[in-house]
Each structure stands twice: as structure tokens, then as C-alpha cells.
T-cell receptor
Framework: DVKVTQSSRYLVKRTGEKVFLECVQD?????MFWYRQDPGLGLRLIYF???????EKGDIPEGYSVSREKKERFSLILESASTNQTSMYLC????????????FGQGTRLTVV | GIQVEQSPPDLILQEGANSTLRCNFS?????LQWFHQNPWGQLINLFY???GTKQNGRLSATTVATERYSLLYISSSQTTDSGVYFC??????????FGTGTSLTVIP
């Protein structure tokens, strides 16, 4: 079975902190994604990576950056956390562009106080 | 991007009842998936179904790509089926566009 693992299920951070959300997949997938989910707004793409060190901005990249130094790991970085970044963050991976199934991690509920 | 609309937004069923959830999408797709979000927030894969029909136990799904819709059927619903069901579509692989979900509550 494909496994996508996010490093934390719950996180509480202070405003202004630098926050790292980690995601690891074990199926040699090319593509990895970070989404955030908010009530009434659904799931929105923050960043997408299609290869090591390659990334593309999604719909809401402001305030975030990403890092993909190894194929299996995709990190989401909040450079200076703000309260409006309190949300559910979901990582996903898929084998290649468009034609294969995507799998999601268990999600990280981040609260910024 | 692709517009994805799901209906109904909310559904309450008695245990044992059947239901149909619908997903309409605005453009041609090469990837269509159905997910169930469990109470802890994880998206569980139900079907990868860009076209055709698939069945898995009490659940089945049909996608009619030429008419840009997909249906998820739940038969003999159980309380464990409760949660939010999402469909997601893609035609580039760069991202998946999600509907706003159908919130299903199954009461005993």
C-alpha cells in the first residue's frame, strides 16, 4: 500500500515562528503536493513538486515556501507564521502527471496563536 | 482551472438506505477520484475512475467523461459511512481540483 506520512497530526505555534511541515512518501512517486483545507473554502493547492528540487506555485503560495531535496520528502515552510495560517494541511503524492491516483497523508492541524 | 460541483451538500440517511452522490466537472479530465474524509481529517481513496464503472463492496462509482459527471453510489449505508465525500478532478497533473464535498450522516 502507498503510504504518505505527515510528521505531526497536531501543531500549535506562535505568531512569527518559522514552521516546518514534513511529508514523506514511500512509493517512489514523482509528484508531491501541499494543500490547505478551510471551512467554506475547500481544499486549495499551495505548492506542487514534480521532481527533486522542482516546484510550482499553486493557487495560494503567499507566506509559504517548499523544499524537496530528496524524492520521498516534501517540506512546507511557513517563514513567519500568522494566525490566518491556522488550518488543516494535507500532503499528497502521485506517480506521474495526471494519469495516476493521488494519495493523501493523515493531515496536520496547525494552530497559530 | 476545472470547476467541480458536488451535490447534495448535505445528506442524512437512515442506516440501510441507499444514496447517490453527484460530481459535475467543467472540463475534460484524465483523472477523477472519489475520497472519503474520516473524522480525523484524512482523505481515504475510494475510487480512481476517469471513466467507466467500478465497484468495491457496497460502494460503486460511474464516470461519464463525455458528459462531465461522476456518480458515487452507497448501498445499505452504515454509520461508519458518515463523513465528507469529495471528488477531485485533474487534466494536467499539476493539481487536483476539489469539489466542496457532500457531508453524509447515517443515523442508526
Amino acid at each position: 500500500d502507498v503510504k504518505v506520512t505527515q510528521s505531526s497530526r497536531y501543531l500549535v505555534k506562535r505568531t512569527g515562528e518559522k514552521v516546518f511541515l514534513e511529508c514523506v512518501q514511500d512509493m517512489d512517486h514523482e509528484n508531491m503536493f501541499w494543500y490547505r483545507q478551510d471551512p467554506g473554502l475547500g481544499l486549495r493547492l499551495i505548492y506542487f513538486s514534480y521532481d527533486v528540487k522542482m516546484k510550482e506555485k499553486g493557487d495560494i503560495p503567499e507566506g509559504y515556501s517548499v523544499s524537496r531535496e530528496k524524492k520521498e520528502r516534501f517540506s512546507l515552510i511557513l517563514e513567519s507564521a500568522s494566525t490566518n495560517q491556522t488550518s488543516m494541511y494535507l500532503c499528497a503524492s502521485s506517480f506521474d502527471r495526471g494519469y495516476t491516483e493521488a494519495f493523501f497523508g493523515q493531515g496536520t492541524r496547525l494552530t497559530v496563536v | 482551472g476545472i470547476q467541480v460541483e458536488q451535490s447534495p451538500p448535505d445528506l442524512i440517511l437512515q442506516e440501510g438506505a441507499n444514496s447517490t452522490l453527484r460530481c459535475n466537472f467543467s472540463d475534460s479530465v484524465n483523472n477523477l477520484q472519489w475520497f472519503h474524509q474520516n473524522p480525523w481529517g484524512q482523505l481515504i481513496n475510494l475510487f480512481y475512475i476517469p471513466s467507466g464503472t467500478k465497484q468495491n463492496g457496497r460502494l460503486s462509482a460511474t464516470t461519464v467523461a463525455t458528459e462531465r459527471y461522476s456518480l458515487l453510489y452507497i448501498s445499505s449505508s452504515q454509520t461508519t459511512d458518515s463523513g465528507v465525500y469529495f471528488c477531485a478532478a485533474s487534466n494536467t497533473g499539476n493539481q487536483f481540483y476539489f469539489g466542496t464535498g457532500t457531508s453524509l450522516t447515517v443515523i442508526p
